[in-house]
């Protein structure tokens, strides 16, 4: 099956400073989205973005889906973004479809101290 | 907002005892989904239904874990006997009808096998 690799495992930042998270899949993909769990457990929604290039407020992610990437950059962060990011794929089988299992990566730890 | 509803929130059980799990997905979406995600780890899919139709349960450990969506709205997840292995974050997550669309998250049921 498809394999998502994220990087780094694990980052601290200052409150205010900028990041860049990575996500690297190993197959051609029909859907990618990034979240951010809570410490409740909750997975939030930050992005569905198969291709191209979206912001939301501080938020903003770019998949290059020709090279199998995706990156999520998070600026001014805040003690609120603290967390753990995961970017998960649903992979395209070789009928060209898929039925929609997504497949997540083992995420960053973010942790962002005031 | 429309959300994933998800009972219990909490549940702590002995090992051979039963337990069940109640999902109710976004008005509308007809695709639902039960993740098992283990401390540390990111959510792996057990059981995708289409309608009240099962599309994909390879990864769900059938002596002991069952699934059901009888009409095609709310499922329940049981596990019977429960081991301490079983142990984890329980997510359910609902999209409409095309396995490319964005899939939404519940708040989760945290198990714990004493």
């Known amino acids: 099956g498809i394999q998502v690799e994220q990087s780094p495992p694990d980052l601290i930042l200052q409150e205010g400073a900028n990041s860049t998270l990575r996500c690297n899949f190993s197959d051609s993909v029909n859907n990618l989205q990034w979240f951010h769990q809570n410490p409740w457990g909750q997975l939030i929604n930050l992005f569905y973005i198969p291709s191209g290039t979206k912001q939301n407020g501080r938020l903003s992610a770019t998949t290059v889906a020709t090279e199998r990437y995706s990156l999520l950059y998070i600026s001014s962060s805040q003690t609120t973004d603290s967390g753990v990011y995961f970017c998960?794929?649903?992979?395209?089988?070789?009928?060209?479809?898929?039925?929609?299992?997504?497949?997540f990566g083992q995420g960053t730890i973010l942790t962002v101290h005031p | 907002e429309a959300e994933v509803a998800q009972s219990p929130r909490y549940k702590i059980t002995e090992k051979s005892q039963a337990v069940a799990f109640w999902c109710d997905p976004i008005s509308g979406h007809a695709t639902l989904y039960w993740y098992r995600q283990i401390l540390g780890q990111g959510p792996e899919l057990l059981v995708q239904?289409?309608?009240?139709?099962?599309?994909?349960d390879s990864q769900l450990p059938k002596d002991r874990f069952s699934a059901e969506r009888l009409k095609g709205v709310d499922s329940t997840l049981k596990i019977q006997p429960a081991e301490l292995g079983d142990s984890a974050m329980y997510l359910c997550a609902s999209s409409s009808w095309t396995s490319r669309d964005t899939q939404y998250f519940g708040p989760g049921t945290r198990l714990t096998v004493l």
């Open positions: 239904f289409q309608d009240e139709s099962v599309v994909d």
């Open positions: 998960a794929v649903v992979g395209r089988n070789a009928g060209g479809t898929s039925y929609g299992k997504l497949t």
